[in-house]
């Protein structure tokens, strides 16, 4: 996911790793915390030297962009933030009501 983060906040440089690499684990458990179940992980590691190593297996195009969008939201302060944030805050609206990403089944109610 950071090979796509970086090209999203057309950031070629690895001095913003660490920052992008937190951002995107922080993307991840905002979905969590509001109810999506994660059809793979985010899991990335950053070493005492900053260097930052990529175990992620999210491949989901759904998941990843709204993620992707939560780290453009917060990524250094962009001129567009709110409109972003907005983004974000509309994908996860919309994974939390699909029952292919949550635990809810068809019902909704947690049952």
Do not use: C
């Not at 070629?12 to 793979?40: H, N, R």
């Not at 175990?55 to 567009?80: C, E, G, H």
Request: charged share 25%; net charge negative; no cysteine.
């Amino acid at each position: 996911m950071l090979k796509e983060a970086k090209k999203a906040l057309w950031v070629t440089e690895s001095e913003f790793d660490s920052q992008i690499a937190i951002l995107l684990m922080a993307g991840a458990k905002d979905l969590e915390a509001a109810g999506v179940v994660l059809p793979g992980t985010v899991e990335l590691t950053i070493a005492n030297d900053d260097t930052v190593t990529d175990n992620s297996t999210l491949k989901d195009p759904y998941v990843m962009q709204a993620i992707l969008t939560y780290v453009q939201a917060n990524f250094r302060n962009p001129p567009n933030a709110d409109r972003l944030a907005a983004s974000y805050d509309l994908q996860a609206k919309q994974l939390m009501h699909n029952s292919d990403y949550t635990d809810y089944g068809d019902g909704g109610d947690g049952t």
